[in-house]
């Protein structure tokens, strides 16, 4: 039987292994940590977390409906399978440098708020994660108990994965300018792993 802690861990270490890869919402706070300072940093977080709060919780609903018809799971493992594909593909052929453009000087919670509303990945990236993990027996969201411990151990994990680069935004802001397509290489090759790991468990 699937527990509230394991939801809640589980929630906690997906969201945090995808708030990794560089993208908007990392390189962004280090320019708030940078400019602003880790008060600014720690409100950007924290607007992060409360949109994907809203955004898992949502996916995760829209999950259950998937679930409730047996006959699309092979269609939605299928789709896992090509999405994970695609997002192998589009991280090692990602090109672009980073760039620390000057934000307009608003609210860094107001900013985290805005561009993580923008960030409508999030939709399918946690109906992919949920799907897999009810699959495999590791998440529960049968219980609205299970979906609010899972959704919250999400939001956490946002904002557990948001602070390393705020915290260590002067040494890594060099890092990432200098090795950035390096680390997308490296990140697209895992979710090419992943994919074929999703293929054999779809054929077997």
């Given at each position: ?153 999400i939001s956490i994990g946002t904002i557990a994965g948001l602070l390393p680069f705020a915290y260590a935004s002067r040494f890594l802001v060099r890092i990432v ?28």
């Open positions: 039987m699937i527990s509230l802690p394991l939801n809640f861990i589980t929630g906690l270490i997906v969201s945090f292994l995808g708030t990794l890869p560089l993208g908007v919402l990392n390189i962004t706070i280090m320019n708030v940590s940078l400019k602003k300072g880790m008060s600014s940093a720690l409100r950007f977080a924290l607007a992060c977390a409360l949109v994907e709060l809203v955004y898992s919780y949502v996916s995760v609903q829209l999950t259950k409906t998937i679930i409730n018809f047996p006959a699309l799971r092979p269609v939605t493992e299928g789709v896992a399978t090509i999405t994970l594909l695609g997002m192998g593909i589009y991280y090692i052929l990602k090109q672009g440098q980073f760039s620390a453009d000057k934000q307009k000087t608003v609210s860094s919670f107001y900013l985290g708020t805005m561009l993580s509303i923008l960030n409508v990945v999030a939709f399918p990236f946690w109906i992919l994660y949920t799907t897999l993990l009810q699959g495999k027996g590791i998440v529960g969201i049968s219980q609205h108990s299970l979906i609010i411990i899972y959704v919250i151990g300018a200098r090795h950035r397509h390096r680390m997308d290489r490296i990140i697209g090759m895992l979710f090419i792993f992943l994919s074929v790991c999703q293929f054999v468990s779809l054929i077997i």
